[in-house]
């Protein structure tokens, strides 16, 4: 006899919905609902800087712990100032659902690099760590200048 728990699971997990059984040919179902208007403004957006963050918050006062979490790791790769822009999804409903679907990624922040979109703060922290991301911010040349200090006397 079959234990009655594994039955009972066995028939949750079946009756639960998965979106990745989805047959492929009912994917661009899911973006018609990002308006041109709000896909427009988002590939403006990913275009305005080679280093663009989409958070909750500002840099200077981000508003939840990842998109904390992600500046910190900007600031500690050496990103330049001049060559980032963020977007404060916080300000803008459509931003804030459409960059969801624009990406393909569930949460915020997302990164994209030269229009490229990189990952959300998980994927951020494990290339930190692991070296990948200041390999990859070198190579597309994002990095501030190295200051000149002054010698001694």
């Not at 040919?25 to 590939?43: C, H, V």
């Not at 998109?67 to 409903?93: H, Y």
């Not at 922290?125 to 200051?147: R, Y």
Request: glycine share 6%; aromatic share 8%; charged share 25%.
């Amino acid at each position: 006899m079959i234990a009655r728990p594994f039955i009972t699971s066995a028939l949750r997990q079946t009756a639960r919905p998965t979106f990745s059984k989805l047959p492929t040919r009912f994917a661009p179902i899911a973006s018609r609902w990002l308006s041109q208007e709000t896909r427009s403004a988002i590939d403006k957006a990913v275009a305005s800087a080679p280093v663009v963050l989409f958070m909750k918050g500002t840099p200077e006062t981000p508003q939840c712990g990842f998109s904390r979490a992600t500046i910190q790791i900007l600031g500690l790769q050496g990103v330049d100032p001049a060559k980032f822009s963020a977007f404060n999804v916080l300000e803008d409903e459509a931003l804030r659902q459409g960059i969801k679907e624009y990406s393909e990624w569930p949460t915020i922040p997302q990164l994209y690099l030269d229009k490229e979109f990189v990952g959300g703060c998980d994927i951020l922290v494990s290339m930190h760590q692991n070296g990948e991301l200041a390999k990859m911010l070198e190579e597309k040349k994002v990095l501030a200048p190295a200051e000149d200090t002054p010698a001694s006397e």
